[in-house]
T-cell receptor, first 116, second 115 residues
Framework: GAVVSQHPSRVICKSGTSVKIECRSL??????MFWYRQFPKQSLMLMAT?????????EQGVEKDKFLINHASLTLSTLTVTSAHPEDSSFYIC????????????FGSGTRLTVV | KQEVTQIPAALSVPEGENLVLNCSFT??????LQWFRQDPGKGLTSLLL?????REQTSGRLNASLDKSSGRSTLYIAASQPGDSATYLC??????????????FGSGTRLSIRP
């Protein structure tokens, strides 16, 4: 089945630094990937849609200059949290749609970001 | 804009019971609908995928039904086990080439199965 790999699984960074999170589709190509954010005991909130070879589409209220998304190949999308602050601490999850699997979505295992 | 509501928000039952989790969505122009489970601190695991032309899908003790016209789906869990404890999320979505091809999640149902 479709596999989406997300790295790192856990990261701690200092306030003011930037952190990059990678999302890879291992056995299929994904022209579109999705980035979600989840706070404790809350549901997943869609942040942006990552489009291969073009600009990402951000949801309302998400700062595009703070959450930089790059989708340079058909198997890799990255999310960079720039100038991170403690309020950016959250669980970030990516997903991709596998066109071979009746267009179902597959999710990565998530990245726990803690900004100190 | 799609809105997803799941009822109940939380459910705690003893092991062995049969359960029904409900999902309703406002935009019935969907391509398919997936049910996921999320364990604490983990990503999402896909349980079942129902195409818009289908009425139900089964996998082991799980059965999901879809009534697209009324914007409803149910997940039936038979003979529940403690390992079924997790948050369950339903995810209706548009077609892959739609500009609105993205999943908007509701709050899910937090399920706890007591041994």
């Amino acid at each position: 089945g479709a596999v989406v790999s997300q790295h790192p699984s856990r990261v701690i960074c200092k306030s003011g630094t930037s952190v990059k999170i990678e999302c890879r589709s291992l056995d299929f190509q994904a022209t579109t990937m999705f980035w979600y954010r989840q706070f404790p005991k809350q549901s997943l909130m869609l942040m942006a849609t990552s489009n291969e070879g073009s600009k990402a589409t951000y949801e309302q209220g998400v700062e595009k200059d703070k959450f930089l998304i790059n989708h340079a190949s058909l198997t890799l999308s990255t999310l960079t949290v720039t100038s991170a602050h403690p309020e950016d601490s959250s669980f970030y999850i990516c997903s991709a749609r596998d066109n071979r699997q009746d267009y179902g979505y597959t999710f990565g295992s998530g990245t726990r970001l803690t900004v100190v | 804009k799609q809105e997803v509501t799941q009822i109940p928000a939380a459910l705690s039952v003893p092991e062995g019971e049969n359960l029904v989790l409900n999902c309703s969505f406002t935009d019935s122009a969907i391509y398919n609908l997936q049910w996921f489970r999320q364990d604490p601190g983990k990503g999402l695991t896909s349980l079942l995928l129902i195409q818009s032309s289908q009425r139900e899908q089964t996998s082991g003790r799980l059965n999901a039904s879809l009534d697209k016209s009324s914007g409803r789906s149910t997940l039936y869990i038979a003979a529940s086990q403690p390992g079924d404890s997790a948050t369950y999320l339903c995810a209706p979505s548009r077609g892959p080439y739609s500009s609105a091809s993205k999943i908007i999640f509701g709050s899910g149902t937090r399920l706890s199965i007591r041994p």
